[in-house]
């Protein structure tokens, strides 16, 4: 997952290459993109396939991350500095756009290498995307998590939609649709 991962980032000369690089140095257990692999695996799904789509998913995490950074004015992550402390908000912005874009791009690949109409993990995407948006956006809205029900609101905004996408992913690109 790691290598694919890498394989994909900014070449040299880009503007994000340092960035991306820095970001991608420490890349955590990449939970969603294995998760989708192990998911398509057992669907027997192409193996392009699940490759676009655990990068589309881990991608888009990794966008929630550094946008949350920037949110959140963090300084660290996984123990290391981040890009938001780093290279500053403008650049960090970019960056965790471009991870968006990179996670759209992929998803499509997913959806084109497979024989049916599954472009409906595009639509799946936005969708996460959007619940990702609106629970980051929730923090800031309703004041400080002090309780269970605030704390589970965040945590079905933030971290629920990609952990779903995660195996609903190759269950579309599988043309599953009775789970």
Sequence with gaps: MKTNLISILPEHGHALHEAANFHFKE????????????????????????????LAVELMHNASLVHDDICDEDSQRRHNPTIFATYGAPLAI???????????????????????????????LAKVMA??????????SGGPVLDWTGYDNVVNGKTVPLLAASVEGPLLLAEKYEY
């Design 27 to 54: 890349c955590g257990k990449m939970l969603r993109g294995t998760t989708s692999l192990a998911i398509a695996s057992a669907l027997n799904l192409n193996h392009k396939t699940a490759i676009h789509w655990a």
């Design 131 to 140: 619940k990702l948006s609106s629970g980051q956006a929730r923090e800031f």
């Design 94 to 124: 970019c960056f965790g756009d471009w991870l968006v874009a990179k996670s759209f791009e992929h998803a499509a690949l997913a959806s084109k290498e497979c024989k049916g109409d599954t472009s409906n993990v595009i639509t799946l």
